[in-house]
């Protein structure tokens, strides 16, 4: 059974940083690309960054870059460090999967999903 599994979550102040981990299992993940997307409660979940399954290139939705940098440990685990946070930063944050180079940024479309976890980000 595949699983991804988000940790890393938390409630933080502005400007802070979070470092999140994802951990999948289940099957083999070294050609699948890996991302993150985010969710407030009645908004779309939204693409936030990703990585191919070669640990590179990597993508950010607008500016995200600036503060966010996503990354890869090995096949099967991808981290999203979030600085200088924001409190419009705070939704539910969760972990894909899918076969290929390449996140679809149809959150939808993507094969596999973690739980997502937590982040809070107060003035």
């Known amino acids: 059974q595949v699983q991804l599994v988000e940790s890393g979550g938390g409630q933080v102040q502005t400007g802070d940083s979070l470092r999140l981990s994802c951990v999948a299992s289940?099957?083999?993940?070294?050609?699948?690309?890996m991302g993150w997307f985010r969710q407030v409660p009645g908004m779309e979940r939204e693409f936030v960054a990703a990585i191919s399954y070669s640990g590179g290139p990597t993508s950010y939705e607008d500016d995200l870059w600036r503060r966010f940098t996503i990354s890869r440990d090995s096949e099967n685990t991808v981290n999203l460090q979030m600085n200088n946070l924001k409190p419009e930063d705070t939704a539910v944050y969760y972990c894909a999967a899918e076969a290929g180079p390449y996140i679809r940024r149809r959150w939808s479309e993507n094969d596999y999903w973690g739980q997502g976890t937590q982040v809070t980000v107060s003035r």
């Open positions: 289940g099957r083999t993940f070294d050609n699948y690309a």
